[in-house]
């Protein structure tokens, strides 16, 4: 396949992540996801090349080239270990098997410990025209910032949010 075609597959597949229409099912598919991931308390989950990381009931793991951006925390992380490792790589798997190619991920949990919003960043690519993220915000909806942050509901508390990289 020419490199043409591969960039044109790239953009379709990007375009299609921003879709409304394409989002909602690919959310709800997440439901069983993170009934795991509030079970354990997970307050943020990272998997890029650079950063690995994961708070949550264990306590709050990282394994980074560059600890001072890594972590999406207040708290001083400990080394990966092989158990943080493995479950940072169950609750990534349980996302991606959504077909919801995650980067990163914040999750809340109101008073009663039941979680109150999901926060996914996309490895959307450089077609996807800025930074894309999945956001479950039941209780207060994202809101646009002209161009640097435009809003699409995607429905059931979901939101399409497409932010400008500069």
């Known amino acids: 396949m020419s490199p043409l075609s591969l960039s044109l597959l790239a953009a379709l597949a ?9 989002a909602l099912p690919r959310m709800q598919t997440l439901q069983p996801a993170l009934a ?8 943020y989950l990272r998997d890029q090349d650079w950063c690995r990381g994961i708070e949550y009931d264990r306590g709050h ?14 708290s001083p992380p400990s080394p990966l270990d092989a158990a943080a490792a493995q479950d940072l790589a169950t609750f990534t798997a349980d996302i991606r098997a959504a077909s919801i190619p995650v980067r990163w991920a914040t999750f809340t949990y109101g008073p009663d410990g039941a979680l109150a919003g999901a926060d996914l960043d996309l490895d959307a690519g ?6 894309l993220r999945y ?3 039941p209780s207060a909806a994202p809101q646009d910032q ?10 059931q508390g979901w939101y ?7």
């Open 14 to 22: 990007c375009r299609q992540a921003s879709d409304p229409a394409v």
């Open 36 to 43: 795991r991931i509030a079970a354990r308390r997970v307050a």
């Open 126 to 131: 450089m077609f996807s025209g800025g930074h």
């Open 146 to 155: 002209g161009s640097e942050q435009q809003v699409t509901p995607a429905g």
């Open 135 to 137: 956001v479950w915000a």
């Open 160 to 166: 399409v949010v497409r932010e400008d990289w500069n």
């Open 61 to 74: 793991f990282s394994d980074s080239s560059h600890p001072s951006t890594c972590t999406l925390s207040g």
